[in-house]
């Protein structure tokens, strides 16, 4: 079973997924964007950056056999 953390990490990832179709969508479109989506999209980007890094660091850390 995956923990709370984990399926967090999926959930990120699907809303910034979202956030990030919905955005191109919409200069596709023509719409007007808003500026705090692209913000959001960014923000997503880095907390799910940090969250790999941190699991290498994590893993390089462990010993090895």
Do not use: C, H
């Amino acid at each position: 079973m995956k923990s709370t953390f984990d399926l967090m990490r999926v959930w990120a990832m699907l809303t910034g997924v979202v956030l990030a179709a919905g955005y191109f969508a919409s200069v596709y479109a023509g719409v007007a964007v808003s500026e705090m989506l692209p913000n959001l999209v960014t923000a997503i980007g880095g907390f799910e950056l940090f969250l790999f890094v941190q699991d290498l660091w994590i893993k390089r850390r462990q010993p090895n056999g």
